[in-house]
């Protein structure tokens, strides 16, 4: 028999790792975009790349506790290689 409770679980599980795996990656290049931007000032990157900096690691927290990040984790460890 089907466990859709579980099924459930599993799918938001996964779309919340993707989600927020997504955010990181945009935020990286957000991230790329204030550091190459010839037309801000240091003291406004600063503070730019200080907030984005704190939201990558939120997201990266949010994704790392999911089941799927847990697991993820683990494989990269086990491999040497991050695949996350």
Same mark, same amino acid.
């Given at each position: 028999m089907i466990?859709?409770?579980k099924l459930l679980q599993d799918t938001v599980d996964q779309n919340q790792n993707?989600?927020?795996g997504g955010c990181v990656y945009a935020? =990286?290049? $957000? $991230?790329?975009?204030? &550091?190459? &931007? =010839?037309? $801000?000032?240091?003291k406004s990157k600063v503070i730019i790349?200080?907030? #984005?900096?704190?939201? #990558?690691?939120?997201?990266e927290d949010l994704k790392n506790r999911t089941?799927?990040?847990?697991k993820l984790n683990e494989i990269s460890k086990e491999i040497g290689v991050d695949i996350t």
């Open positions: 466990d859709f409770e993707a989600t927020w935020l =990286k290049d $957000l $991230l790329m975009f204030v &550091n190459n &931007n =010839k037309d $801000l000032d240091t790349k200080r907030q #984005i900096e704190d939201e #990558i690691k939120h997201y089941q799927t990040g847990k």
